[in-house]
């Protein structure tokens, strides 16, 4: 989903409010990359 659509969605008038609520460090995405990889292994 594109932050346009998001940022619709949420209903801010501006993308770059929705920009600082997208922030995602790094290392919290892998993170949560790697436990959604776990969980699609899981289920084969």
Do not use: C, F, P, W
Not at 2 to 15: A, F, N, P, Q, R
Not at 18 to 38: G, H, S, W
Request: charged fraction near 35%; avoid cysteine; proline fraction near 0%.
């Amino acid at each position: 989903m594109t932050i346009e659509t998001v940022s619709k969605m949420l209903g801010h008038s501006d993308l770059k409010t929705t920009q600082i609520y997208a922030k995602v460090v790094d290392e919290k995405m892998k993170n949560d990359m790697d436990m959604l990889r776990q969980k699609m292994t899981d289920l084969d």
